[in-house]
Each structure stands twice: as C-alpha cells, then as structure tokens.
C-alpha cells in the first residue's frame, strides 16, 4: 500500500487546524485540493479520517491513530534533511582511512592536521594495517580510502598516484666506515639486515631487489614497525631498509648514515585507493580534493 506523502501532509495540517479552508491557506493551495487528498487518502486506506462538522472537521479515531504515526514519520523524514545537510555542510560526518605506519607518520598526518582544522565536527577514523590489510578493508567497506605501496592491482579498486619514494639501507655509527663508499649487494647482504616482517609490501620489494642481483638475502631482525628499524639501526644492530624521505632529518643529524649499494634502489611510489564503482562520502571527497 502506497500513498502519496503530499497527501498526508495535507492530512497533517487539516487535523491541526481542523478546517479545510485553514488548511488549504496554510499550504498555499485551493480548497477543493484538499478535499480531493483527504478522500484519496482515505480510499487508500479504506477508513474514515474526518467527521465532516458544521464548522470544520475532527478526526475519527481511526484518523487519530494515523495521525500519529504520520507525525513520527514526517519527524524522522525532517531528522534526515537536517543530517544529510550537516554532511553537505561537513557539520557531521564521518573519514575512514587506512595506511602503513611510516605512511601516516610523515605523509598523512600532515593531511589530516589541515583536514581536521577546516572540519573540526567530522570524525576521522584511522586504520593502520600493510598494503594486503588495505586492500582487504576497502573491499569490505571497513574504510573510504587508502594509502598503498605501488604496484598495485585490483579489480575492485581504483588507484591513483600520490607520490614518489626512494627507499635505501642506512646505518649507525656502528656501520659507519660502510657508508663512505660504493658496497656491493654481495657486502650487503653479509651485513646484518634490519627488515620490515614477511607479507609487507616493503619486504616482498626489498627481497625481490636482492632476488634480482641472485641473492636470497636473510633478514637478522624481522619487525612490523619502520620506527623500529631505524631504532635499531641507530643503536648499531645493522642495516634496515627504510624509506629516505621519512628519515632524511636523521640523515642530516647524522644519526644514520645511507649505504650506497652497487645496483640502485628502484624508486617507489604511493597511491591512493578506493573502491571501483562506489561513490565516496562527502568528507572523503573533501579529502581527496585536499590531497591532490
């Protein structure tokens, strides 16, 4: 059973006023259109919603009890605008995002500052996970957006490039005389390796770097924190792989000192993903266009 909601509004007003001429006033509309609602209405769901009186009309309590509901209804049609206003307005609303740590570190959270200083009422929600997390949160609709390593491919998901990186092995003081000069993989690979865990896309690339110099390099300290690494790697453990940008000031400092391996280090990049064929929210939106 359908009714048309103009109908019930002219309901509404007729039952408040309880005169069809008020009504139709009140709406800006003629008498007989009321009228003519109130008996489409009433057809519709086969009762008696007025007795007609000398002066005007009062509801039967069939239309009492239909009135009521129609009340809560027309409310929560209103609750709806006001909320979806708010969303347009980015009053309210809500980010999900997904990253890797070292990514939310040094290239989200000064995203997110700017973000959150222009649209202090949206809440952000941050997920950190790898690349393979990433993909599986926004697939299941867990999150809007995500930052993965590139390449990246899937059916599902639409990418697009955020940035280049280079990443490269640095040392302590400990290691310090290797830095000085141009090492091969070989002396690499002898030397302590400091190694994001097995199943990142960080480790897949490290490990397919040394694979195609036809070394199966050995990790000496596996960890899923890049912050780690470089910890490590300050306190003269050996060499992590991490990425140059994220530590450049250590570099400056002299904290850490770059390796300079026989065969360069491949440039990465990272991009954005998001779901093929699903619009994002508004806040999202907001975002990538703070983004790009």
Known sequence: MQANTDWYRIFMHTAKLGNLTKAAQDLHITQPSVSYAIKQLEAQLEVKLFDRLSKGVKLTPEGAAVLEYAEKSFAILQQGEAKLLALKQMSAGELKIGASGPVIKHLLLPLLDSFQAEYPAVRIRLLQGKTADIRQRLKAGIIDIGFVHLPFSDPEL????????????????????????????????????LLL????????????????????????????????????????????????????????DAKLFALKPSETVPIRSIGLAFKRETSLSIAAKRFVELLF
């Not at 990443?167 to 302590?172: A, P």
Request: net charge negative; charged share 15%.
């Open 158 to 193: 639409t990418v697009q490039h955020v940035t280049d990186i280079q990443e490269c092995f640095v040392v302590g003081t400990a290691y310090q005389h290797l830095s000085g000069q141009t090492i091969t993989v070989e002396q690499l690979a002898d030397t302590p390796l």
């Open 197 to 252: 865990s097995e199943g990142s896309s960080t480790r897949m690339f490290v490990d397919q770097w040394f694979l195609s110099q036809g070394i199966k390099a050995e990790a000496d300290m596996e960890l899923s924190s890049m912050d780690m690494l470089v910890e490590l790697a300050i306190r003269g453990y050996g060499a992590a792989f991490v990425t140059q940008t994220f530590i450049q000031e250590l570099l400056n």
